[in-house]
DNA sequence: GTCCTTGCAAAACGTTTGCAGTTCA
DNA sequence: TGAACTGCAAACGTTTTGCAAGGAC
């Protein structure tokens, strides 16, 4: 379902469809990065040079509260946003904020959380944490 | 391990000793909730009255960054603080930010991302995004 | 005595809110 | 036309930083 399908759907449901948020979506969908809301901006005001941070925040919101695109906090201050779930999972240094993906096939929990809660589950996360190879040096002895 | 033994670890790593310190770390070893930086501010004031969030927060990093406890970032605005890892997994509302908890059996993958990453693995974290009973009405069709 | 830590206050940062004007339906 | 949205700016809550005084070792 690409970005346009998404809003066309969405404005059945009293959301309007604004090229703002096509731009915003479209890039969302489009990467396989997990963009700051910053990022989302810098990258929509290519194109849209007036639009605000507000906007997309605004939009990033919506988007997450219909179940299209996951919000993801990480230790640094900020947020990120990733409109494909089907990803891999992160390994964190507690230490010095590294990021390493970890590839293994996502583990199949989907299902069982959603018939156990009654969630409609649009997908999860998993993020291990610990020390890098570097900053295990000298600790954790 | 407990607070004083950690505490006295650190110390030949050059970090002091600190009534603070030890009372920060205790109430999170002691506690099974995630509490946020301002519940333990409040939780040590009632011992030192005159500690101050700053200090907290210094802790926290401090701790966290040796890999003795591990900071958890929600969608509310506040991390959450955990000096037990070996817990439960949940389940988050994308619309009403609603968490549920969801019991099972820890997933057993940390020794594996240690021998892949090279990292040292202090503990995992697992979250389910969707839509809960109440915010699946008239969503997702 | 040294230098790490504390407490305080101010600053920084990400995010939300309020509002007047605009746009989609 | 009217409700939803935009852009802007101000406000908000969390976290970090700077610095003088204090405390651990």
Same sequence: chains 1, 2.
Avoid: W
Avoid at 5 to 23: H, S
Avoid at 52 to 62: A, D, F, K, Q
Avoid at 74 to 91: E, K, L, T, V
Avoid at 106 to 125: M, N, P, T, Y
């Amino acid at each position: 379902m690409d970005a346009i399908d998404i809003l066309r759907k969405l404005k059945d449901k009293g959301v309007r469809f604004t090229p703002q948020r096509q731009a915003i979506l479209e890039f969302l969908l489009a990467t396989e990065s997990h963009p700051t809301a910053e990022e989302i901006y810098q990258h929509v005001k290519a194109k849209f040079p007036g639009v605000s941070l507000g906007t997309i925040y605004n939009t990033l919101n919506m988007l997450k509260e219909h179940g299209h695109i996951l919000e993801l906090s990480y230790g640094d201050m900020s947020s990120r946003f990733d409109g494909n779930p089907d990803n891999h999972y992160h390994i964190v240094c507690s230490k010095c904020g590294r990021v390493v993906d970890f590839h293994r096939p996502l583990l199949e929990v989907d299902q069982e959380a959603e018939e156990i809660s009654g969630f409609r589950i649009i997908g999860h996360r998993m993020e291990f944490y610990g020390l890098c190879p570097e900053c295990r040096q000298g600790e954790m002895n």
